[in-house]
């Protein structure tokens, strides 16, 4: 698949179905684009398509199916449109650093796929009002699904989550408690942690 080179050939991309419930189009949407109009265009159409129907599939649509429709906060972005976000201080990292993450159309260094996308889940703004309330979910999402990583955020309690060929399984957060909750190799990384989530839906898929 090209990149698309005129309007016809970007409607086609974005109807492009992804998951049961998610088409490439929901996650193309950038406040850096819009306002700097800069295109958020794939590159490498069939790598970001691949690397998005795993994020779906194995992530979103579980979440959906559990806790009911989720708020898609940022999705790809293009390697321009990340570049510039990053040399515009517009909280986006370096380009290598974000290959394999919102920039689903380039592998990172050690040539493995990933995709991540920020989301925040209605149901838990409905349930919980506590700062540190974003723990629940996270220890829910790290017993039940196959995350590669997870980066929770003060507003909304939206939320990086990533898929990644290759699973770090770490959890951090901006909200306090602030820093990593867990990563292989701590104490609290291993085992169930249902205590976390009492009252939780069970994983519907």
């Known amino acids: 698949m090209r990149k698309p080179n005129s309007m016809k050939g970007l409607e086609d991309l974005g109807r492009v179905r992804l998951s049961q419930n998610f088409f490439l189009r929901d996650f193309l949407h950038s406040e850096i684009a819009d306002f700097y109009r800069i295109p958020n265009i794939p590159e490498d159409p069939d790598l970001a398509v691949e690397a998005g129907r795993r994020l779906c599939k194995e992530l979103l649509e579980p979440l959906q199916a559990t806790f009911g429709r989720l708020h898609i906060r940022s999705g790809y972005r293009s390697p321009g449109v990340n570049r510039f976000g990053n040399e515009n201080n ?39 009002s506590d700062e540190s309330d974003w723990q629940r979910l996270a220890w829910w999402i790290h017993d039940h699904l196959p995350y590669a990583s997870l980066c929770f955020f003060p507003k909304l309690w939206a939320f990086n989550i990533q898929w990644h060929e290759r699973p770090k399984r770490v959890i951090q957060s901006y909200v306090r408690p602030r820093g990593i909750l867990t990563k292989p190799g701590m104490a609290n990384w291993e085992g169930n942690h249902a205590a976390f989530y009492e009252g939780f839906p069970p994983l519907r898929n």
């Open 90 to 128: 517009l909280n986006c990292s370096t380009n290598a650093a974000t290959s394999a993450h919102h920039i689903w159309d380039m592998r990172d260094f050690d040539g493995c796929m990933g995709a991540a996308v920020c989301i925040a889940v209605p149901w838990m703004l409905d349930h919980f």
